[in-house]
Structure formats: structure tokens, C-alpha cells
């Protein structure tokens, strides 16, 4: 979903722009402006379609079977906030409307949302996973090395953990939440250009936030001369070579088989750091009992 706002407005992401462009040009035969309408006027995005990511690596048909279960009256009430104090575009009405209606919206959202993955993300999926995958190692060695405090020191300059509070610089809203026996769910995100915790504190503790490597993500990469390689260390030596460039999944998993499974509508990665009790809060403080601990 995060996506979206490269594409609504690319002030925030300079990074994206070749993206930008190349996703565009692929969105013949969507419905644009019912796809763009889920940014709200402030680039706010309903919580509805973000949902909370049910493991490592979630799959987008189990994040859509998730859209769709989402109770109508949360439907409405999540896409009435993303526009407040602004009315709902027409393109949206319906949302203000009877059960059957709204219920026709959602399915339509998430059957656009699907296509739109298929056109504009699952081409680059591949590449963007490396970025994720790179800054997941890094954050746990971060923690492991430094506690909370070294975790969260280079994730955003709107973040900062002190006595044991995350602390969330310029939300839109005020609340405080304490992630105290439920963890907090680090998300980064290729997309993101800003800490995004849960609009609201009832929701369980989480972050998503901007992974790091962005800048070279759409960098084409340098050719390289095989046959040099091949003459100095021997055809052999030089593929293995080639294998060990990037993290190899499990034998048996789908990216082994020819297929990679799809990310959550976020396009990002989820995890929870051991021992968290943190959790993040809009208004630049959060409530904790404890740090978190650094792994053993």
C-alpha cells in the first residue's frame, strides 16, 4: 500500500522516480483513480489494508483473504478517517453508504489491488526482497550488539528510544501505547518514507519504517566480464562464485522452484525483536514497562 504514495505523490520518495515511471506506464486498463483514491488529501492510507502481517514472509492472497474479512463498519470508519475532515471522493461513496454496497466496494479493492501487484511490484519483488532481507540481518545485529538503543538509533530521524519509551516525532495524532508482553513488530518497508505505527493504540504494537539501501535499489547493475572471472579462477570456482552474490533460500522453498512468494500489501518485512516491550505511539512518546534486552 505504500506504494501508492510514490505514486500520488514522489516528493517524499525521489528514490522511486524510475520506478514511478515504469509503473505508471503498466497501469493501462486499472482503475487509476479508484486505485490512487485510497491516499487520502494528508497521503493517510485506511488500516484496513495494511493489516498486520501473520508471519515472516505473508503471502498476498492471505493478505487479501485478510481485506476481505475486515468487519464493513471498520471498512467505513477507516476510509472516512483517511479523507477527515474532507468528504469521500465519488469514487469511494459507496463506503458511506449500506452494508451491500460497501461490501461490493471491498471486493472491488482488493481484486484492483491484486492486479496492481501483478503489473507494478511482482516484476521488481525479487530485488526489493534483497533490500528487506539486508536490513532485517542488519536491525538483529543492531540489537544483538546494542539493545534497543543501537536498534533504533539510525532507523529514522523521527525516532528515538530513551529510559525505556519510543518516542515518534511528527504523528498526525497523540496517543501513548505499551507493548509490555505483547512485542513490538518491526516492519521495514521499500516504500515508507517515515515511521508508520498504528493509527490507533488499541491496535497490537507495531512499526513500519524505511528499510535502509533504498538509494541503490533501481541502480542498474555494472555488467560483469565472466570470462575473466572464469580465466583466474576456473569455471567451477567462479559459479560458485556467482551463488554465494546473494542469500539463497531453503532447497524446498517456492523461490528454488521457479516462484517467490508474494510480500504483504506493504511491501515490506516483518519481525519482532526478542524480548521486546516497546511499542510505538503517534504523538512521539510510547509507554513501556522495560527495554528490550539484546539477544544472548
Not at 90 to 104: C, G, H, I, K, M
Request: charged fraction near 15%; aromatic fraction near 6%.
Amino acid at each position: 500500500m505504500f506504494s501508492l504514495w510514490t505514486l500520488v505523490d514522489p516528493s517524499h520518495t525521489a528514490a522511486h522516480l524510475p520506478w514511478r515511471s515504469t509503473a505508471l506506464s503498466r497501469l493501462d486498463g486499472l482503475d487509476a483513480p479508484l486505485l490512487l483514491s485510497l491516499v487520502g488529501p494528508t497521503l493517510a492510507v485506511p488500516d484496513f489494508l495494511t493489516p498486520r502481517p501473520a508471519g515472516y514472509t505473508p503471502a498476498l492472497k492471505d493478505e487479501l483473504a485478510t481485506v476481505r474479512a475486515t468487519p464493513l463498519h471498520i471498512v467505513r470508519r477507516d476510509l472516512l478517517a483517511a479523507y477527515a475532515p474532507a468528504p469521500l471522493p465519488d469514487v469511494l461513496r459507496a463506503a458511506a453508504a449500506d452494508a451491500q454496497p460497501v461490501l461490493a466496494l471491498l471486493e472491488t479493492l482488493c481484486n484492483l489491488l491484486h492486479h496492481y501487484w501483478d503489473l507494478a511490484l511482482a516484476p521488481v519483488w525479487p530485488q526489493m526482497r534483497l533490500v528487506l532481507e539486508a536490513d532485517t540481518t542488519y536491525r538483529a545485529r543492531q540489537l544483538a550488539v546494542g539493545g534497543a538503543r543501537l536498534l533504533f538509533a539510525d532507523m529514522h530521524p523521527n525516532l528515538c528510544w530513551q529510559d525505556g519509551v519510543l518516542h515518534i516525532d511528527k504523528m498526525i495524532g497523540r496517543h501513548r501505547a505499551a507493548a509490555a508482553g505483547r512485542g513490538l513488530l518491526l516492519m521495514p518497508s521499500v516504500f515508507a518514507y517515515k515511521p508508520v505505527p498504528p493509527v490507533s493504540a488499541s491496535d497490537p504494537p507495531s512499526l513500519a519504517y524505511p528499510a535502509r539501501g533504498l538509494g541503490t535499489l533501481w541502480a542498474p547493475a555494472p555488467a560483469a566480464d565472466a570470462t575473466a572471472l572464469n580465466s583466474l579462477l576456473g569455471a567451477a570456482r567462479a559459479r560458485l562464485l556467482h551463488l554465494l552474490e546473494a542469500p539463497q533460500p531453503p532447497s524446498n522453498s517456492p523461490a528454488n522452484s521457479g516462484s517467490l512468494p508474494a510480500p504483504s500489501l506493504n511491501t515490506s518485512r516483518c519481525y519482532t525483536p526478542p524480548d521486546s516491550s516497546t511499542a510505538p505511539a503517534t504523538d512521539g512518546t510510547c509507554s513501556t514497562d522495560a527495554p528490550p534486552s539484546p539477544t544472548n
